[in-house]
């Protein structure tokens, strides 16, 4: 009741002072009057009456504090002061802002992408629960018993997808409510306009029921429609119903063209939905398939082909499941040695497994954000810890004549959260800006990145971070302003100098800062080295001027091998009689495209195994690519399956696997009864999969000897004379003049293809490269605040050391000796704190140490040289100072 | 012009008591009228710094024992008139209750042997 009362009365309090004025007010009339009356003269009764009512204002006070707005007007009115004394020093109050802005609206664009990416729950129900399940390989150097380098897997463990014939097994653990799979599989979309290849994903049956998600409209797909033979039915996202069939009533129930084979649409997923594949991508998958495992599949335990998510039951954890797992995955290592022996299962939260590629450099930049924010703290207390040497005087005199302590941390305090306050909104305002210039250059790829936003979360991270930090860097000059000792301040000068103590402070935070930055710098350069020495890797062949593409046919038309490489060998024909194309080349994969790997014996020796990589090529391959010949023959247009199997290998297959003998003449086997292949040539080596790629043994066979491949060709490429670019609509006619409805897709030249495979690595480099050089222009900030302010103080004693006949040069050198041991303190500082943290960087690093030394060395020599610049400026100032005008300040 | 009388400070604690028991006796008024009323009754024994009333209403007013409503005087000027609630009323007979208890047992200590 109280309570109520009295806040009624604060948000009326101007009414309610202005009430109590007016009832005073009538009341002394009052009273007045009558002393007139009973024969007062009319100023004597004036004047009594005020003496009978005592003194109006202490009153009102009294009122006031029974109304309990003390605190609060005490507040306001520390806040007004505040936000006057700012006001009234607009330029500290500007760098403080914008300082801050900068600090914290770093960190809100960084959180907001980590939030985005890893703490926002996946947009599936009770998303806790679900896991993602792969197979690993175990003991893997058991399998590669050569004498040579390395093959294959490195490390104790590879990641692979899971067998389907393993899947019932891991059903019947117990630890799960369902476990669905899931495969891409991009089919060729006909009959409605263009033929298209569109995003598809083949599916168990319980996909949906795993992921907690029902069409909107329709079912989910039927146990009985996931088997070989079934009735062919999909189901499609909103987007395809929409885009592709225009949102038609009867969509459900129709039939669409997939791979030329009619799909009866049995449901309609709800808008928005992403495969966890695909979440936050730009690509959707637009339909979805029954999975339909072939009984050879389903039987043969060896074939991992496809991704595995579960959802566990309640109450389940992690760690229970894959011991559920583990107990399977023993016993069918007993009763399948042969391939269960090297193979696990192993489960993840989903959400963390999505997020794995990439959480740890958003991590790391998350880390770095925070160094940039302590930086920002650093400099804010010092501007503050500044002014408030400035304000002793007055401090002292307030004290002098009363004021408490408290009260004057108190305003301090205020002052600081004012900033904070300030910096906060700003820092949120830079954050959002910040986010979108982050989305808009980020690379492809990060999954939900697009989506990052301001939430709560973000939004209480980033008023928690202001918080912090108006706290840390209020604390100090509100510490310093409750040691003032007012007389002895009062006593030292007119001018507040800065108790010694002060000074120290000051320093201090100089010195961190120059350490802060320096740690920035360091994982900057190593980050820049790590991409320089990427940008020089030689990739081994040519990538400008070849355009390549991708064209899956159908397995309904073009049912073997046979009929594949006939599409190619029309399709090239007839593109090598275009204008500006010089060489064309089709394979199963380009390079940057995937591949193949397979097992091999050579020369018929069955006790070592190795896995080179495998590809199909034509021989136009090689001269597409620019991949020089450096012994034997190529492959020519009469390897073919009539004559004998050949194959052309680079060079780390004969430094690998023959140790370096010549390959030529010796044959290999992918199996005891497969065919001998002949080796007869050798090619450059190559980095198939980019700059960041190994070197890996490479087998060429001849596309044309279709018997000695299991995968399929489907991908082209052109070297042309000008622009490829120019090429695409030509190829695209010669295309459909084979197959009117075969699809193009994956249009990309060797180049993009080469620039994607970096992009994420140069955002990276970008992104902390444009933190390092915040820090560093923080950092000068400081140093030149710090000291400028530090001549300013000694500005008589420079005057006195000068009319005593020091030389400019000996000022300058003093005061540049006192920066330098701020310098290189915190250099020191600094190469320690990095040494101890960029270690954590050493999984970013290509091909450079977390402690190279030219990154150390490089950072060491920016920092001073900018530090020492900084410094030099109040330097000569002071070195100027005319001691006249010194000496008359004082 | 009558002579000054002798005037005695009111015992602390004492006010609020005073001014519940004012309101009691009559109609609704306002600050001076009690100030009045208090002075007049006690024939002027009992000095009050007049503005000290104001504190002891209000404070009075966040607890509920009286209620102010404006009105105006008989020259027609806006006044707050204060009257004693409900609450004011057993806050009353408790306050008199425990001064007649704290005056008895002076009373007892002060009485002539």
């Not at chain 1, 107990?327 to 299962?345: H, M, S, V, Y």
């Not at chain 1, 080179?612 to 010949?629: K, M, R, S």
């Not at chain 1, 060079?651 to 086997?669: C, E, N, S, V, W």
């Not at chain 1, 140490?849 to 060491?860: E, I, L, P, S």
Request: proline share 5%.
């Amino acid at each position: 009741m109280q309570l109520r009362r009295r806040i009624a009365v604060f948000f009326r309090r101007d009414h309610e002072t202005r009430a109590l004025r007016e009832e005073m007010a009538l009341h002394l009339e009052l009273r007045a009057r009558k002393l007139h009356q009973s024969g007062l003269a009319p100023a004597d009764a004036g004047f009594a009456a005020r003496r009978q009512f005592g003194n109006a204002a202490v009153y009102q006070d009294q009122i006031s504090a029974i109304w309990g707005w003390n605190m609060w007007e005490r507040l306001l009115q520390d806040l007004r002061h505040g936000i006057r004394m700012l006001v009234k020093a607009p330029a500290f109050a500007a760098i403080a802002v914008l300082t801050l802005a900068l600090g914290l609206g770093i960190n809100t664009a960084i959180f907001s992408a980590v939030n985005a990416v890893m703490l926002r729950p996946l947009p599936y129900p009770q998303p806790e629960r679900l896991v993602s399940l792969w197979e690993e390989t175990i003991h893997s150097d058991q399998r590669f018993s050569s004498g040579g380098a390395p093959v294959g897997v490195k490390g104790g463990s590879a990641r692979t997808t899971v067998s389907p014939a393993n899947l019932a097994d891991y059903r019947a653990c117990g630890a799960f409510e369902g476990l669905a799979a899931y495969d891409s599989s991009p089919v060729n979309l006909t009959a409605l306009g263009a033929p298209q290849r569109i995003a598809g994903e083949s599916v168990t049956w319980n996909f949906f029921s795993v992921l907690g998600v029902l069409p909107a409209e329709g079912r989910p797909f039927l146990p009985e429609e996931d088997r070989q033979g079934a009735n062919l039915v999909t189901i499609v996202s909103h987007e395809f119903w929409q885009q592709r069939l225009g949102g038609a009533a009867g969509a459900l129930g129709s039939s669409v063209l997939l791979d030329s084979k009619p799909y009866r649409i049995v449901g309609i997923l709800p808008a928005g939905f992403q495969s966890p594949q695909k979440l936050g991508l730009k690509e959707t998958t637009e339909v979805y398939l029954p999975a339909s495992y072939s009984n050879d599949l389903l039987t043969s335990r060896g074939d991992h082909e496809v991704n595995g998510i579960a959802r566990l039951k309640p109450g389940v954890s992690v760690a229970a499941a894959q011991a559920a797992l583990s107990a399977i995955n023993a016993r069918l290592e007993k009763q399948f040695p042969d391939t269960n022996g090297n193979f696990r299962a192993a489960i993840a939260y989903l959400g963390d497994d999505l997020a794995g590629g990439v959480s740890y450099s958003l991590w790391a930049l998350l880390g770095a954000s925070g160094l940039i924010v302590l930086i920002a703290c650093v400099n804010v207390a010092n501007l503050l810890m500044v002014r408030a040497a400035g304000r002793r005087h007055e401090s002292s005199v307030r004290m002098a004549l009363g004021a408490g302590r408290l009260p004057l941390i108190r305003q301090l305090l205020t002052e600081s959260l004012v900033i904070a306050a300030a910096g906060c909104l700003a820092g949120i305002v830079t954050g959002r800006l910040l986010m979108i210039g982050l989305t808009a250059i980020a690379p492809a790829g990060i999954p939900r990145i697009d989506s990052a936003g301001m939430d709560w979360r973000v939004f209480s991270v980033a008023a928690g971070l202001a918080l912090l930090t108006g706290a840390i860097f209020g604390m100090a000059p509100a510490w310093q302003a409750s040691q003032v000792k007012p007389v002895e301040a009062l006593k030292t000068a007119m001018r507040g100098t800065g108790g010694a103590s002060q000074v120290r402070w000051r320093m201090a935070l100089t010195v961190a800062e120059v350490a802060l930055s320096l740690i920035l710098l360091v994982g900057a350069g190593l980050l820049l080295r790590s991409f320089s020495t990427l940008m020089g890797v030689n990739l081994g062949f040519q990538t400008d001027r070849v355009i390549a593409m991708n064209i899956n046919l159908p397995q309904v038309q073009y049912r073997d091998g046979q009929a594949r490489l006939q599409f190619f060998q029309k399709l090239e024909e007839r593109v090598r009689s275009l204008p500006g194309v010089q060489a064309v080349a089709y394979a199963n994969r380009m390079p940057m495209r995937g591949g193949w790997s397979s097992g091999i014996q050579i020369d018929g020796d069955a006790e070592n195994e190795y896995s080179p990589d495998f590809q199909a090529v034509n021989p136009g391959y090689f001269e597409t690519l620019g991949i020089p010949l450096l012994r034997g023959r190529s492959l020519t247009a009469q390897d073919t399956d009539r004559g004998v199997a050949v194959a052309v290998v680079n060079q780390a297959f004969a430094h690998q696997l023959l140790h370096d003998r010549d390959p030529i003449g010796h044959t290999m086997q992918r199996g005891p009864d497969a065919p001998r292949i002949s080796i007869v040539g050798v090619v450059n080596d190559i980095r198939r999969k980019g700059k960041e790629g190994q070197i890996k043994p490479e087998v060429y066979l001849s596309a044309g000897q279709t018997s000695l491949y299991p995968v399929r060709l489907a991908d082209f490429a052109v070297r042309t004379a000008g622009d490829p670019h120019l090429l695409v609509s030509a190829i695209s006619r010669e295309v459909w003049a084979v197959d009117k409805d075969q699809p193009l897709t994956g249009v990309e030249t060797m180049d993009e293809l080469v620039d994607e495979a970096v992009a994420k690595r140069r955002f990276q480099t970008l992104l902390l490269l444009i933190f390092a050089a915040v820090a560093v222009a923080l950092a000068i900030v400081g140093i030149y605040s710090v000291l400028a302010y530090s001549v300013e103080q000694r500005m008589s004693e420079l005057g006195i050391r000068m009319a005593l006949g020091a030389p400019p040069r000996a000022i300058l050198g003093l005061v540049l000796r006192q920066a330098g041991v701020l310098i290189a303190a915190g250099i020191a500082l600094g190469v320690v704190g990095a040494y101890g943290l960029t270690r954590f960087l050493q999984d970013l690093l290509f091909g450079v140490k977390a402690t190279d030394w030219r990154a150390y060395t490089g950072a060491v020599v920016l920092l001073s040289a900018v530090a020492v610049i900084a410094a030099l400026i109040p330097a000569r100032r002071g070195a100027h100072v005319d001691p006249v005008v010194a000496l008359r300040q004082e | 012009m009558s002579a000054v009388k002798q005037r005695e400070e009111i015992p602390p604690g004492t006010l609020e008591m005073l001014i519940l028991k004012t309101l009691a006796r009559s109609q609704p008024l306002h600050g001076f009228a009690i100030a009045e009323f208090i002075l007049e009754t006690s024939s002027g024994v009992l000095q009050v710094e007049e503005g000290s009333l104001y504190p002891a209403l209000q404070r009075m007013l966040l607890k509920d024992w009286i209620a102010g409503d404006w009105g105006k005087t008989e020259e027609n000027r806006r006044a707050r008139y204060y009257s004693l609630t409900v609450e004011g009323r057993k806050q009353l007979a408790r306050e008199l209750d425990r001064y007649a208890r704290v005056s008895r047992a002076i009373a007892a200590i002060l009485q002539p042997v």
